[in-house]
């Protein structure tokens, strides 16, 4: 670990990441909603049918984040790319206010894609703000990732309030003017262009190595949490029921956020003063990861109050598992990667994660018989991870003396 010295944020930064606040407030109100509002009384349809078609539009992020980013990086720049990307999402959700189908299809298709230009764009460009300066880059998307949270939270917060004081029609329009004002710190923020500087940390190769167990790496986080998922959902109904004199109905929604808010304060504050290996992060992350699955075991099948503990301990865990592990990566790929390219850099991190989240959905038939065994995966395999991380920075530093040791003195 060592202090950094003479490297600072600028205003950029902040525009940037309130331009995130805004944008997932908008996204993450709308998707509170859109299920509720599919099998109520507008659109009556089946619960499992709504599921499906949240479903879809949920998968097809994918290929509209690809689309956005190669589009943003190739044709028309990140900027245009974010400002179309914005425009698109808003007037997707202005259209769920068309009381059919067709506004419903119309308006998730829209959200979808412009979501898809706006954020390997947003990301990409301000990853680009950190080019000279990469030790803050942890500290730069941890930023990036608290404005991200705390959009998600008070999202959720106002358009749920919205939708049960007047409608779902007052959420869905302030889900756009949202995203219509997640434009301004846009417009405040300099247009710079960063198109001809190169990378040059490192081969090729290596590049491609680092970038490649990034991937993989937030891969399997995902992966594995995934497979602790049903039994979470099912603790958390459970829970629901039995502190509602405790916690208002909305804790609900937004308690995955909860620590996450605090936690990257923190990290935020500490790592913009002291820089330490970001695979070391990672590998604090997945430890992390583990104790919070893993703790889920000491919490009997039908819970009581007293367990309730256990699982808001959990909770703690894995925010502290989060924020060393989702900012980090976009650090490395940041750092890493061709700065021409980043967007589509980026948006191509999630086929891997989709892939993985493909091969675990497998077992979730199994899984769902028997949760705890999702749990149990689940912990064996973040804790394995997590101590290969510390064989593999264990090797790298014995290499690195190695080489240090037979360079040659003048």
């Known amino acids: 670990m060592e202090k950094i010295k003479n490297q600072y944020h600028t205003k950029e930064t902040l525009y940037f990441a309130l331009s995130r606040m805004f944008e997932r407030a908008s996204y993450y109100g709308f998707k509170t909603l859109v299920v509720i509002y599919m099998v109520g009384e507008t659109l009556k349809m089946e619960r ?17 984040q690809i689309l956005g980013a190669v589009l943003g990086d190739l044709v028309i720049g990140n900027r245009k790319s974010m400002i179309l990307g914005a425009i698109t999402q808003a007037i997707g959700a202005f259209c769920l206010c068309i009381p059919s189908t067709t506004g419903l299809y119309l308006g998730l298709f829209l ?21 000279n300066k990469t030790k803050l880059l942890d500290s730069g998307f941890t930023i990036f990732y608290l404005a991200t949270n705390l959009g ?5 917060l106002l358009i749920w309030y919205l939708k049960d004081k007047f409608g779902f029609n007052a959420g869905f329009i302030v889900a756009g003017l949202l995203m219509l004002i997640s434009l301004i710190p846009i417009f405040l923020s300099k247009e710079k262009h960063f198109e001809e500087t190169e990378n040059k940390r490192g081969g090729l190769n290596k590049r491609i190595l680092i970038i490649g167990m990034a991937f993989i790496l937030v891969a399997l986080f995902r992966g594995f949490n995934d497979l602790s998922y049903i039994r979470t959902t099912d603790l958390q109904l459970q829970f629901k029921e039995l502190s509602n004199f405790v916690f208002p109905e909305y804790f609900w929604q937004v308690n995955d956020t909860i620590f996450l808010l605090p936690i990257s304060i923190i990290a935020i504050f500490l790592w913009n003063k002291f820089y330490s290996n970001q695979f070391f992060k990672i590998m604090l992350g997945f430890i992390f990861g583990a104790i919070a699955i893993g703790i889920l075991l000491l919490i009997p099948e039908v819970p009581t109050e007293q367990s309730l503990i256990v699982f808001i301990l959990s909770l703690l865990f894995f925010g502290i598992a989060e924020v060393h592990i989702v900012p980090v990566i976009y650090s490395i790929l940041t750092k890493y990667s061709n700065p021409k390219y980043l967007a589509i850099l980026v948006s191509l991190k999630f086929l891997p994660t989709a892939l993985i989240l493909f091969v675990f959905g497998a077992f979730n038939d199994k899984i769902y018989d028997n949760p705890i065994v999702g749990l149990k995966i689940g912990t064996i395999g973040m804790a394995i991870i997590g101590i290969g991380l510390i064989g593999f920075a264990h090797i790298c530093a014995k290499l690195k003396l190695y080489k240090t040791k037979k360079a040659p003195h003048f």
């Open 152 to 156: 998600a939270f008070l999202g959720v």
């Open 111 to 131: 959200i979808a894609l412009g979501s898809g230009f706006f954020t390997p764009n947003l990301i990409s460009n301000f990853g680009k703000l950190y080019l």
């Open 48 to 64: 499992s049918e709504a599921l499906s078609i949240y479903g879809w539009i949920t998968a097809s992020l994918v290929f509209s």
